[in-house]
């Protein structure tokens, strides 16, 4: 009679445990399967947290730590190297939502990548007239999720803020991003860890493909 219970008893528990796991992989299919979804592991979903990724006094951009106690935009706004995109998020209103709660994925231009949009093409965007399409420009560099560089794939589509996708390319280390047309664009520092997401310097600004007409 008791070998008759322990067998039951392993039964049942080896019932539960499979249960569970068709519960776990029936809500990861659902979560892959939503909209915006990304088709990559996402570190934002592991878990870990900011601070126990970051690096050990930060990482330095321009000689100033940039440290995972601080949000992405008081970390960038102590960056001289990425001034243009801090003055950019001010006159577009978004500096608010950066600093939320996220997690988000900011691939941020240097003032070097800015300097290479044609003559007028930035002071056109800051115009008070254009906010809705600066926004749109600057959203098109923000992903709602914390991607470390390990997380980008070769053949990899993101889905940004703006709702257009960015295309991954990873060659020997080197991390590219593309809007599909341009020339692609690349990593130049990586996984600056902020306490509500994480930061990718890159060398040039990423333009939104064209609606489609």
Known sequence: MAHFFRTAAAALATTLLLSAC???????????????????????A?????A???????VLVDGVAMTADKTIVE??????????????VQAAGLAEALSGTGPF??????????DKLPKGALAGLLKPESKAKLQGALKYHV??????AAD??????LTTLNGAKLNVSVKDGQVQISNGT??????????????????????GVLLPPAPAR
């Not at 068709?22 to 934002?44: E, I, M, Q, R, W």
């Not at 970390?75 to 950019?88: D, F, G, I």
């Not at 994925?105 to 800015?114: D, R």
């Not at 860890?193 to 890159?202: A, D, E, F, Q, R």
Request: no cysteine; net charge neutral.
């Open 22 to 44: 068709g519960d776990n992989k029936t809500a990861a299919t659902s979560a892959a399967s939503a909209p915006g979804a990304l088709s990559v592991a996402d570190s934002a």
């Open 46 to 50: 592991l878990p870990t947290d900011s």
């Open 52 to 58: 126990r990724m970051a690096k050990p006094g930060g």
């Open 75 to 88: 970390n960038a706004a102590a960056a001289p190297s990425v001034r243009t995109l801090v003055q950019a």
């Open 105 to 114: 994925t900011v691939l941020a231009p240097t003032n070097a990548a800015f």
């Open 143 to 148: 992903i709602a999720s914390r991607l470390l």
């Open 152 to 157: 980008f794939r070769d053949g990899q589509q």
């Open 182 to 203: 341009d020339a692609p664009v690349s990593v130049q520092t990586p996984d600056i860890i902020s306490k509500n997401g994480v930061t990718h310097l890159i060398d």
